[in-house]
């Protein structure tokens, strides 16, 4: 595997479910981060995890709930969603005191 | 605070036509610029960068030059193809922080 993988890559819930989603940087970077991506929004940045430590939580409600176990992974657990969670979630990573960040394909989430 | 606009999309255009797509943005300092591509059912690529004022980043016959003057970064290509259809996200480095802000991205469609 190269760059940052994402699974699952699409991904159907209703909105009792609990889920998790994972992201995975094979680039050696030391950030890593979560975006959420919908239709009538751009790009919000929704965590920063630098050195394993969240560095950022941007307003994001406690359903959305993320862990970084090391440089490398990253995961977001769901729980409790509502429909307009629905989005494409992305994942990016990045070198400190580097600027530009390297993103994963995204995983399409539906919430029923 | 800081901040990046761009021009309001959708852009169509037909094959082998000029584009330049807007960007600008507020700024303390000289933070350094991106754009980034995403492909249909993809993740964000980065197309190319400038670290400091009258750089130039190309890539893919694509280029943009960093104006401290006018707080700009414009998006430029000579003749398009049908494969860059895409959306496009211009993005700045926040200062002092491991992250960026994003535009609110440009579709672009080329037709035949």
């Known amino acids: 595997e190269t760059g940052v993988t994402q699974t699952p890559r699409h991904l159907v819930m209703g909105m009792t479910n609990k889920k998790s989603l994972k992201c995975e940087q094979h680039?050696?970077?030391?950030?890593m981060y979560w975006y959420k991506q919908s239709a009538k929004k751009p790009l919000e940045l929704m965590f920063v995890?630098?050195?394993?430590?969240?560095?950022e939580n941007n307003s994001v409600p406690s359903r959305f709930s993320p862990e970084c176990p090391n440089s490398s992974h990253l995961f977001l657990h769901l729980h409790t969603l509502q429909p307009e969670d629905s989005a494409l979630y992305l994942c990016?990573?990045?070198?400190?005191?580097?600027?530009?960040?390297?993103f994963g394909p995204g995983t399409r989430l539906t919430v029923l | 605070g800081d901040s990046v606009t761009q021009m309001e999309g959708p852009v169509t255009l037909s094959e082998e036509a000029f584009l330049t797509i807007n960007c600008t943005y507020t700024?303390?300092?000289?933070?350094?610029l991106f754009w980034y591509v995403q492909y249909p059912g993809e993740g964000l690529q980065l197309l190319l960068k400038?670290?400091?004022?009258?750089d130039k980043g190309s890539n893919k016959g694509f280029e943009a030059t960093y104006r401290k003057e006018t707080t700009s970064f414009h998006l430029e290509k000579g003749s398009v193809q049908v494969s860059d259809s895409a959306v496009y996200f211009c993005a700045r480095k926040i200062q002092g922080a491991q992250k960026l802000v994003f535009g609110q991205g440009t579709r672009l469609t080329i037709n035949p």
């Open positions: 990016a990573s990045s070198q400190e005191g580097f600027n530009e960040q390297f």
């Open positions: 400038a670290t400091k004022a009258d």
């Open positions: 700024a303390t300092g000289y933070p350094s």
């Open positions: 680039l050696g970077h030391n950030a």
């Open positions: 995890y630098s050195l394993e430590e969240r560095v």
